[in-house]
């Protein structure tokens, strides 16, 4: 087979994929052993056609996908591929950019240029502010609190690039209760510790108390770096981060905005309330798989000083031909050197959707997620955990006299086998509950509709079986 038929046939298993996905169980339907046994195997000596390597991993990693790029897709804060972003995928791929330097990649380069711009304005940060696009939120909150170790402590006097941290002032680092894990990571592989953190005690919903962080900072004057949160990863809530930044500048600090999803509530005019003040603060990190839905992998790390960022970051070598003519190298705002060119689908989805369809595709999927809380709502023995500010919901089944937590438990494993839609479980404030978020642009009423029957038909179905009363 051509080169041509290959990709023709590729396409061909790519969109019978696609046009799946509305009728596909969401969940994999194979195990780890069939797995292996359909994917292992000893290496051969001598390689297969093409075509042959095609159409049997197409086949054999069939039951092991899961349609997390379908509507009713509803785990770990993922979100789908919206068609203009899948499409300049595939082109990134054929055109095998380097996307590190202007030098590999000129059109990557000005592509990740113009969409940097977009995305600052859209989520009203500052023009200045410099952009990395990275792997995912990880990333991006790695290449944030980077450039918030380099600033916090050449403002005291260290160059922590030349000199490391071994001597250096000690760096307070504080955090709220509710702090996703990949913030104390991101400590972790910046010498930072995860154990040293600081901690300031949240509300109810999540939020971080900024009266808890006044006294955490009372008689601290070192260099000083704040972690907040632009949607809790549980309950979709906001940290203060207006007024924590007033309280952190205050004595000189730096203030890093965990926005994987909830960033995205600054481009709707209905949701910004949220994020008031955000603007505010030195560092952004965001993930434009979560609800741009651009196709994995799409971190974004945004920093107000440039200079910061740049020279934690950046490297020189004498074989770089690096810019010196204005161009952007790439390279400079994030950790990699030879990188994938995400910027295409980046641009891509953004030209596609334009400031509106922004705004609607978060606006929808907070809409769709309130219809999903009070369809489950509505039902005895089903209480909803949080307040449905953004697109999570926190489910918890509770039958008359049972034991909740082993109840939910088995709910959403019942769930989870059925295949009508798919969501994982959390522990929240002591208790089991099934988390559901809606972040996918494909997802519609119908979805939520079938997908809460689905549901409570589970919690009927385990009451059954329990012999107990039905939630």
Known sequence: ?????????????????????????????????????????????????AAAVIEHLA????????????????????????????????????????????????????????????????????????????????MANFTGLAAARHAVLERAGW?????????????????????????????????LGSRRVLRVAADRQGRMRPDELRR???????????????????????D?????????HERGGWVHVDGAFGLWAAASAGLRRHVRGVERADSWATDGHKWLNV???????????????KAAMTGRAAYLVQSSGGERDPQDWTPEFSRRARGFAVYAALK?????????LVERCCRLARRMADALAGVPGVRILNEVVLNQVLARFEPAGGDGDAFTKAVIARVQREGTCWMAGTRWHGMNAMRISVSNWSTTEADIDRSAEAILAAARAEAAQQGGSKP
């Open 1 to 49: 087979m051509s080169d041509g038929g290959l990709l023709d046939r590729t396409a061909d298993l790519a969109r019978h994929f696609l046009h799946s996905l509305p009728d596909r169980p969401v969940g994999a339907r194979a195990d780890l052993p069939s797995l292996r046994r359909a994917l292992g195997g000893p290496l051969p000596a001598a390689g297969a056609e």
């Open 59 to 138: 086949r054999a990693a069939d039951p092991g996908i899961v349609a997390s790029a379908g509507p009713r897709y509803f785990g770990f804060v993922i979100g789908g591929s919206l068609p203009a972003a899948l499409a300049a995928d595939w082109l990134a791929a054929a055109w095998d950019q380097d996307a590190g330097l202007y030098a590999c990649g000129p059109a990557a380069a000005v592509v990740e240029e113009v969409a940097a711009g977009w995305l600052l304005d859209l989520f009203g940060l500052p023009p200045e502010a410099s952009v990395g696009f990275v792997t995912g939120g990880q």
């Open 159 to 191: 160059d922590v690039g030349e000199d490391g941290l071994i001597g250096a002032p000690a760096v307070d680092v504080v955090a709220g209760e509710e702090a996703h894990v990949t913030i104390l990571t991101s400590l972790r592989m910046l010498g």
């Open 216 to 238: 955490v900072l009372a008689g601290r004057e070192g260099p000083a770096i704040v972690c907040t949160q632009a949607g809790n990863v549980n309950t979709g809530a906001f």
């Open 240 to 248: 203060p981060v207006g007024e924590i930044a007033d309280i952190v």
């Open 295 to 309: 196709p994995y992998d799409c971190g974004i790390a945004i920093v107000r000083d440039a200079a910061a960022h």
């Open 352 to 360: 596609s959707l334009g400031r509106d369809g922004v705004a609607d």
